[in-house]
């Protein structure tokens, strides 16, 4: 892979029907991974993932920023808020056509709590005359401090490319997460990767911060004996690192490969080889990046 590749995380979150998928859909076009929300009830969904030489971007779903009805939705808040924090931009995606509504300021003052940068997405711009929008865009600065506003018409296509170079500017570099022809044939590769990423925190406690990355090498099918090969490298920061992953003799890795394997079953309903390799990448990550915690811990909610 070249120099200074970009890769990140970013949330989109708004209303519904303010045009998420149409924006997907316009972005990623053929390019699209669309991954399905299987056994990811209480979780975030990729949207899609957006690759080419410079960049990768994985756009992530929030479900559950609204206003709890019930205990299961203050829980679904929780984590909705939790992905916002560990992500790396987002986007609030608002209807241009619809204007501000109280959904918008239940989510602003969401968003109050949260340290990352915030893009306010006017979309469907084709449908309002240009003047009703600096109104719009006046009302919604004096609400929140968002790093820049946007207008876009995702139907269209206009101002789609500046939002992508505004959102890649901001972005760290980083791995490529997942291949660029990321095929939609198995959306377990990210629950899968997050089921290894999770043994491994689980297995050395503090010893290797949350500074690790799993990326899938593989899922295959071996017909003959009815197994699934799952192949799949754990990133680390540092030598040290690696060492406690792999443990004395391996048992460590031995250990992680045991109970992750229990659970891809699980997920896949079938039973599973799986190969798993440590390798070092230095400071593939800022410090205070947290890159690697985009989503699924299962802290104590």
Not at 23 to 38: R, Y
Not at 98 to 103: C, R, V
């Amino acid at each position: 892979m070249h120099n200074n590749f970009k890769s990140g995380f970013v949330a989109i979150i708004g209303r519904p029907n303010v045009g998420k998928s149409t924006f997907m859909n316009h972005v990623i076009g053929q390019k699209i991974a669309i991954m399905s929300d299987k056994a990811q009830t209480t979780r975030n969904k990729i949207q899609g993932v957006y690759t080419d030489e410079q960049k990768q971007i994985i756009f992530i779903d929030t479900p559950g920023i609204h206003k709890p009805k019930h205990k299961l939705g203050d829980f679904m808040v929780k984590i909705a808020e939790n992905t916002l924090n560990e992500v790396d931009a987002i986007m609030f995606m608002i209807n241009a056509d619809e204007g501000y509504g109280m959904g918008d300021q239940y989510i602003m003052d969401r968003l109050e709590s949260i340290k990352k940068p915030v893009y306010l997405i006017i979309n469907k711009i084709d449908l309002v005359h240009p003047d009703q929008l600096l109104p719009l865009i006046d009302q919604y600065k004096d609400k929140y401090p968002f790093k820049e506003i946007i207008p876009i018409s995702a139907l269209e296509g206009n101002n789609v490319n500046h939002l992508m170079e505004v959102i890649t500017e901001n972005l760290q570099e980083g791995p490529q997460y997942y291949p660029e022809d990321q095929v939609t044939d198995h959306p377990e590769r990210f629950i899968i990767s997050e089921l290894i990423r999770e043994k491994v925190l689980q297995l050395t406690r503090e010893e290797v911060p949350h500074s690790i990355a799993v990326v899938m090498d593989g899922i295959d099918n071996r017909d003959e004996d009815e197994k699934v090969l799952v192949q799949a490298t754990i990133v680390v920061e540092r030598k040290s690192q690696k060492g406690i992953i792999i443990g004395k003799q391996g048992q460590m890795l031995k250990e992680v490969g045991k109970r992750a394997r229990k659970d891809i079953e699980r997920l896949l309903g079938s039973k599973v080889y799986l190969e798993l390799w440590v390798k070092v990448q230095e400071n593939w990550r800022n410090k205070d990046h947290q890159l690697s915690e985009f989503g699924f811990k299962q802290d104590e909610y």
